[in-house]
């Protein structure tokens, strides 16, 4: 399918949603009804139905919806409703869907940069900080530069909701040390990929929703996803009890929110608006949820599943940090990745001073008044 079709086909459905095209403005007959018609977005996303960043998706469209008094609708469709979790951008991109609800490293695969964006090294920058690279610091451009012109594809993308660091994950004895993880076949994506294969791992990248059926055949026998409550839900719980909190390997990262680039555009621009600010809005509302969902579902894990959980040993994110040396100079032989990079340094060398600098030490506050909670 051509833009040019695409252009053509959207232009009538949203131009005939929104005023019922000037014909039926001229017949005295035509029921207003469907002057009012919403223009519905097909918006599928990479996870779930159990899982609850496909409420965090819901609650996007429920802020669209609003916002655009129902001239938007949004239809939150879950993985593989129309294509696999890990080709939504392919869907974007051909019109087979209109938006996708996802991450870049899940379009690793097309092109390894994807993984910079949120889930390459971590020069001491949060996922806030790099959230805000992405709009003050040159990232969107970056981003843009290498989905449209090197790519050639039609899509815009933002980016939403400052995930939390990711565990180092599941296991099913204690890892304490690097020598502990030797042989582990262990699932995650993108760069966290190279970077544990360093450790001495080897790796299987899997959509979330395959993660604990390859655990229980075997295929593998450690993984990471994200955060307890998806964790939780996908029944991480029931095939290893030792989960481990604290990682270098993806702490960073946000979702992003792709649309295609000639349905986006086809919009009126106050439609257009609602559509890239209303990932601001529910970039707090998503964050508001996950530090009530996360933190409960963790004490789940522990007070009833019988799960222990622990930080991740000093050794092991000292080692993190080292396979990152190993493997960002083998990233920088590509240009555009330096590029990247360098941009990304820039930056967390100057807000992440800032920001540490200025930041009192919580964990002191939090020792001193809830005194041996937390243990190493």
Not at 144 to 150: K, M, P, S, V
């Amino acid at each position: 399918m051509t833009n040019s079709t695409k252009f053509n086909r959207r232009s009538f459905l949203a131009k005939s949603a929104l005023g019922g095209g000037a014909a039926a403005g001229s017949m005295l007959a035509a029921p207003a009804v469907l002057a009012q018609a919403p223009i519905v977005i097909k918006m599928q996303t990479s996870w779930n139905d159990a899982n609850i960043w496909q409420d965090f998706a819901r609650d996007y469209a429920t802020r669209v919806e609003e916002m655009s008094g129902g001239r938007l609708k949004v239809d939150v469709l879950p993985a593989g409703a129309v294509v696999a979790a890990f080709q939504v951008l392919d869907a974007v991109n051909d019109g087979l869907i209109d938006a996708a609800h996802s991450v870049p490293v899940y379009w690793y695969g097309k092109n390894k940069a994807a993984s910079l964006f949120g889930t390459g090294p971590v020069f001491g920058g949060s996922a806030t900080t790099m959230l805000s690279w992405f709009y003050q610091g040159g990232g969107q451009e970056l981003y843009n530069e290498l989905t449209q012109d090197i790519m050639g594809l039609d899509v815009v993308g933002y980016m939403g909701f400052p995930m939390f660091a990711q565990p180092f994950g599941w296991f099913k004895q204690e890892v304490n040390s690097v020598e502990d993880l030797q042989g582990f076949k262990y699932r995650t994506v993108g760069l966290a990929a190279d970077l544990m294969a360093k450790l001495g791992m080897s790796v299987a990248q899997l959509p979330g929703g395959e993660i604990v059926p390859a655990m229980e055949r075997g295929v593998i026998d450690a993984f990471e996803f994200n955060n307890p409550s998806s964790d939780k839900d996908f029944g991480a719980q029931d095939v290893a009890k030792n989960y481990y909190l604290s990682s270098y390997h993806q702490a960073s990262e946000s979702f992003e929110f792709l649309f295609s680039r000639t349905f986006l555009e086809d919009l009126d621009p106050d439609l257009q608006a609602i559509l890239k600010y209303g990932v601001e809005a529910v970039s707090t509302a998503n964050t508001a949820k996950a530090m009530d969902r996360y933190s409960a579902d963790l004490q789940f894990l522990q007070n009833e599943a019988g799960v222990t959980v622990r930080r991740t040993s000093k050794e092991i994110l000292d080692a993190q940090l080292k396979a990152w040396d190993e493997l960002i100079p083998e990233l920088e032989s590509d240009p555009f990745m330096k590029k990247t990079l360098d941009s990304q340094r820039d930056w967390v060398s100057r807000v992440s001073y800032y920001e540490l600098m200025n930041a009192p030490d919580y964990g002191l506050a939090y020792e001193h008044y809830f005194p041996g909670k937390i243990t190493l």
